[in-house]
T-cell receptor, first 114, second 111 residues
Framework: NAGVTQTPKFQVLKTGQSMTLQCAQD?????MSWYRQDPGMGLRLIHY???????DQGEVPNGYNVSRSTTEDFPLRLLSAAPSQTSVYFC?????????????FGNGTRLTVT | GQNIDQPTEMTATEGAIVQINCTYQ??????LFWYQQHAGEAPTFLSY????GLEEKGRFSSFLSRSKGYSYLLLKELQMKDSASYLC????????????FGKGNQVVVIP
């Protein structure tokens, strides 16, 4: 049981490049989400999904796209990277969105945009 | 929207007790979570409160007062490995029950 798996662990991009951060969970969780964590800002929600085929915007969605074609996978796409997107990105999942199910976090992707 | 406030840093001695506070404002409360995050690692779940009162799990306890918009995490018998950031997260009714996180409280345990 691997839990939440994120790849890559580290990435350096040049401004304007695009890339996809991968996230997969093997716990049959319905709810999946992406957060970014910046010094002094705490974790901020980018996008989330309450089930396959359903996605919605969080607090800071601009510059990011997501899709949820399967229950297991929830990739995050950066369309045209900007230095402001330098951050640590966490994917997290839970059994459901509305009860006491805690979020399980992946190990994070440390992204630098130059 | 949600507004969550936590103090930023505190230092405590090994073996001591430390209390980490969290105050929040939200339109429709639906649960509060505490997470622990060691430097360079992912957050891990510690506790959950949805009703008023104290929840105890070993050396960690969490308290909630919904009328005051207030929670605290109590760490007893501090160990060096407890040096970490402690995150308070509030779930609001509606909006698919999204979690909003505070900025975290850094606890440094010294010998």
């Amino acid at each position: 049981n691997a839990g939440v798996t994120q790849t890559p662990k580290f990435q350096v991009l040049k401004t304007g490049q695009s890339m996809t951060l991968q996230c997969a969970q093997d716990m049959n969780h319905e709810y999946m989400s992406w957060y970014r964590q910046d010094p002094g800002m705490g974790l901020r929600l980018i996008h989330y999904s309450v089930g396959a085929g359903i996605t919605d915007q969080g607090e800071v969605p601009n510059g990011y796209n997501v899709s949820r074609s399967t229950t297991e996978d929830f990739p995050l796409r950066l369309l045209s990277a900007a230095p402001s997107q330098t951050s640590v990105y966490f994917c997290a999942s839970s059994y459901s969105a509305g009860d006491n199910s805690p979020l399980h976090f992946g190990n994070g992707t440390r992204l630098t945009v130059t | 929207g949600q507004n969550i406030d936590q103090p930023t840093e505190m230092t405590a001695t090994e073996g001591a007790i430390v209390q980490i506070n969290c105050t929040y404002q939200t339109s429709g409360f639906n649960g509060l979570f505490w997470y622990q995050q060691h430097a360079g690692e992912a957050p891990t779940f510690l506790s959950y409160n949805v009703l008023d009162g104290l929840e105890e799990k070993g050396r960690f306890s969490s308290f909630l007062s919904r009328s005051k918009g207030y929670s605290y995490l109590l760490l007893k018998e501090l160990q060096m490995k407890d040096s970490a950031s402690y995150l308070c997260a509030v779930r609001a009714l509606g909006g698919n029950n999204r979690l909003a996180f505070g900025k975290g409280n850094q606890v440094v345990v010294i010998p």
